[in-house]
């Protein structure tokens, strides 16, 4: 079961929420009152004109004048207390109900103190004249202020009270008919003003509850779409960093991959490359070519002219041998210092020749002027190709061994050409000591 200290907060919610319909039921109603009010002010300018007219046949004119100023001053008094409606937030509600409810009293006074004037016994018809209007004024004041509490009486009884009570006590049967019918009549239509209160006060306060509900639903609507707003901002937000940071990852593994000068891929890329390389030449028996290129005298060109065109030749050089690699498992490395690694899969040795001397070619033609050179005027380079197809047991490093020595055989043979070897350095080597021998 739910404990009270549970039970607490939703009770407090639900009286904090009753408290706020009854509050709001309470300002309609003020508001349908005061509009009431102000609609009511031209009949009773008529009836207060009308019984000017009918006063000064019994009344002296300046009693009629007084009359006439006090209930100018009382309709004005009126006027301003419904005027006052419009700034009921800073009035006050319960002030402006007291001076709504003043301001009945003394207007209903004013019409009630006016019967006094007349003298019975009088004219029937002027009885019955006098009695219709202050009638048909006092249920116009229950109709129209009945939604407020005793406010519809505020009018009513001290209009008609005087008239009554003279009515009552006239002695004379006709009138004293017309007190009790009065009587009978206003009970009668204070009853149905009751009922008829209870039920618009419980259907305006099922609306106000209702208006309460949309409201809330609104504000909810509103608050979602505020957080789904939001929501959608930081999903945004969040896409935009883990794009951001997928291109630092993405830019800071090019930078660990790639070599800084010449932008090829650097050492580690290439052992990696070549040991995948390795394994699927040697599953499916297919040859595996490496090309090996070393700038010629390329030490002396850096004394001779600078590092900073030495650089400047590294990258136009990678430019050249990186135009010899044309299909998409090709790879070209930066081996080290002034030396590049073209990584050729399925590729025999006479094609890995070809892309050697090329290169060679392609690097002789920059026409690169080289002073310091002992090979040529221009900068030249020196490359070795190897090609295996892996057997069981040899290892990556054994391809690299053989395009190295392939290389150094372009050295001593005065550089600015290629040497290729077939099969690793082992047979290469026991190939020239047999050629020796013979």
Same mark, same amino acid.
């Given at each position: 079961?739910?404990?009270?200290?549970?039970?607490?907060? &939703?009770?407090?919610?639900?009286?904090?929420?009753?408290?706020?319909?009854?509050?709001?039921?309470?300002?309609?109603?003020?508001? $349908?009152?005061?509009?009431?009010?102000?609609?009511?002010?031209?009949?009773?300018?008529?009836?207060?004109?009308?019984?000017?007219?009918?006063?000064?046949?019994?009344?002296?004119?300046?009693?009629?004048?007084?009359?006439?100023?006090?209930?100018?001053?009382?309709?004005? &008094?009126?006027?301003?207390?419904?005027?006052?409606?419009?700034?009921?937030?800073?009035?006050?509600? +319960?002030?402006?109900?007291?001076?709504?409810?003043?301001?009945?009293?003394?207007?209903?006074?004013?019409?009630?103190?006016?019967?006094?004037?007349?003298?019975?016994?009088?004219?029937?018809?002027?009885?019955?004249?006098?009695?219709?209007?202050?009638?048909?004024?006092?249920?116009?004041?229950?109709?129209?202020?009945?939604?407020?509490?005793?406010?519809?009486?505020?009018?009513?009884?001290? &209009?008609?009270?005087?008239?009554?009570?003279?009515?009552?006590?006239?002695?004379?049967?006709?009138?004293?008919?017309?007190?009790?019918?009065?009587? #009978?009549?206003?009970?009668?239509?204070?009853?149905?003003?009751?009922?008829?209160?209870?039920?618009?006060?419980?259907?305006?306060?099922?609306?106000?509850?209702?208006?309460?509900?949309?409201?809330?639903?609104?504000?909810?609507?509103?608050?979602?779409?505020?957080?789904?707003?939001?929501?959608?901002?930081? $999903?945004?937000?969040?896409?935009?960093?883990?794009?951001?940071?997928?291109?630092?990852?993405?830019?800071?593994?090019?930078?660990?991959?790639?070599?800084?000068?010449?932008?090829?891929?650097?050492?580690?890329?290439?052992?990696?490359?070549?040991?995948?390389?390795?394994?699927?030449?040697?599953?499916?028996?297919?040859?595996?070519?490496? #090309?090996?290129?070393?700038?010629?005298?390329?030490?002396?060109?850096?004394?001779?002219?600078?590092?900073?065109?030495?650089?400047?030749?590294?990258?136009?050089?990678?430019? #050249? $041998?990186?135009?010899?690699?044309?299909?998409?498992?090709?790879?070209?490395?930066?081996?080290?210092?002034?030396?590049?690694?073209?990584?050729?899969?399925?590729?025999?040795?006479?094609?890995?020749?070809?892309? &050697?001397?090329?290169?060679?070619?392609? $690097?002789?033609?920059?026409?690169?002027?080289?002073?310091?050179?002992?090979?040529?005027?221009?900068?030249?380079?020196?490359?070795?190709?190897?090609?295996?197809?892996?057997?069981?047991?040899?290892?990556?490093? +054994?391809?690299?061994?053989?395009?190295?020595?392939?290389? +150094?055989?372009?050295?001593?043979?005065?550089?600015?050409?290629?040497?290729?070897?077939?099969?690793?350095?082992? +047979?290469?080597?026991?190939?020239?000591?047999?050629?020796?021998?013979?």
């Amino acid at each position: 079961m739910t404990g009270p200290e549970e039970r607490g907060p &939703a009770a407090m919610a639900l009286a904090r929420e009753a408290t706020n319909t009854d509050d709001r039921v309470a300002a309609r109603l003020c508001q $349908i009152a005061a509009a009431n009010g102000r609609s009511a002010i031209l009949p009773v300018l008529v009836s207060v004109a009308c019984y000017a007219g009918l006063l000064s046949r019994v009344v002296p004119s300046s009693v009629l004048r007084g009359w006439l100023t006090a209930m100018a001053l009382l309709v004005g &008094a009126r006027l301003i207390v419904l005027a006052l409606h419009a700034r009921v937030e800073s009035v006050g509600r +319960q002030r402006w109900l007291v001076l709504n409810a003043l301001s009945l009293v003394g207007c209903g006074l004013g019409f009630g103190i006016s019967t006094q004037w007349l003298e019975f016994p009088q004219e029937t018809w002027v009885i019955a004249v006098v009695n219709l209007w202050l009638g048909g004024l006092a249920c116009g004041a229950l109709l129209s202020q009945g939604l407020l509490r005793w406010h519809g009486l505020a009018f009513a009884v001290p &209009a008609l009270a005087p008239l009554q009570i003279r009515l009552l006590a006239s002695g004379d049967p006709t009138l004293l008919g017309l007190g009790i019918g009065n009587l #009978v009549f206003f009970a009668y239509l204070f009853h149905v003003v009751q009922r008829s209160q209870t039920h618009t006060i419980g259907e305006l306060r099922h609306r106000v509850a209702v208006e309460a509900i949309v409201e809330r639903l609104a504000l909810e609507q509103a608050r979602s779409a505020s957080l789904v707003e939001k929501l959608s901002a930081e $999903i945004a937000r969040r896409r935009k960093t883990q794009a951001a940071l997928i291109e630092a990852r993405n830019r800071a593994r090019d930078l660990s991959n790639l070599d800084p000068l010449t932008k090829l891929a650097n050492r580690r890329v290439f052992e990696r490359v070549l040991d995948r390389e390795w394994s699927r030449a040697r599953r499916e028996q297919r040859p595996l070519s490496l #090309v090996l290129c070393d700038l010629d005298r390329f030490q002396a060109y850096n004394e001779r002219y600078g590092h900073h065109a030495g650089d400047k030749c590294l990258v136009r050089v990678a430019d #050249v $041998i990186a135009g010899y690699s044309r299909r998409a498992g090709d790879l070209v490395a930066r081996f080290g210092g002034e030396q590049f690694a073209v990584l050729l899969p399925e590729t025999s040795e006479l094609a890995a020749l070809d892309v &050697a001397d090329s290169i060679r070619a392609g $690097i002789h033609d920059l026409t690169l002027l080289h002073g310091a050179s002992d090979v040529e005027r221009v900068l030249t380079a020196s490359c070795g190709s190897a090609t295996i197809t892996p057997a069981p047991g040899q290892r990556p490093q +054994q391809l690299v061994d053989a395009a190295a020595h392939a290389l +150094q055989r372009a050295k001593r043979a005065g550089r600015n050409c290629v040497f290729t070897v077939t099969g690793t350095l082992a +047979q290469e080597q026991e190939q020239e000591q047999n050629e020796e021998e013979k």
